[in-house]
């Protein structure tokens, strides 16, 4: 395995890392309307399912392909009144907002802590580590 191209390739791991974003993305956005909005929107989605579908396959072909003719002008402001919603996809507000709740809800229960100790990768080898948790300095 180790004369496999993918050890070799130094792009390798940064293509993999955006398959798992895009993979995580895809799995956890999902869409918010406003309740008044959402029986209009449902029906010019019906009306502009084809347009849609050209537009997908012109953004595919060029990213930044802007809309051509008043349907797919229509079909852009359509998706324009969509509102994402990205509640586990890490970074996101909403992510955020759950760790905190987390956070929140442990301290409810747990009591404020005397003192928070943060670790990084370097301070594996550091002998305060040790130290603090009552072993050997070696």
């Known amino acids: 395995h180790d004369d496999s191209l993918f050890v070799k390739d130094p792009h ?7 398959i798992i974003q895009k993979k995580e993305v ?16 449902a029906i010019e989605i019906q009306t502009l399912a084809a347009t ?16 051509s003719n ?18 586990n996809f890490r970074g996101s507000y ?3 907002l759950c760790c905190r709740n987390k956070i929140c809800v442990i301290l409810k229960e747990l009591a404020t802590p005397a003192l928070f100790l943060t670790l990084n990768p370097a301070d594996i080898c550091n002998s305060l580590l040790g130290v603090i948790s009552s072993m050997s300095s070696e």
Not at 55 to 64: A, E, T, V, Y
């Open 26 to 41: 895809s799995q956890n956005i999902t869409f918010s309307l406003k309740h008044s909005e959402r029986d209009s929107i």
């Open 12 to 18: 390798f791991v940064f293509v993999c890392w955006n």
């Open 52 to 67: 849609l579908t050209n537009l997908i396959f012109k953004w595919i072909n060029s990213p930044r392909a802007r809309p």
């Open 70 to 87: 008043r349907k797919e002008k229509c079909a852009l402001k359509m998706l324009n009144h969509l509102k994402f919603v990205a509640k």
């Open 94 to 96: 909403g992510y955020k």
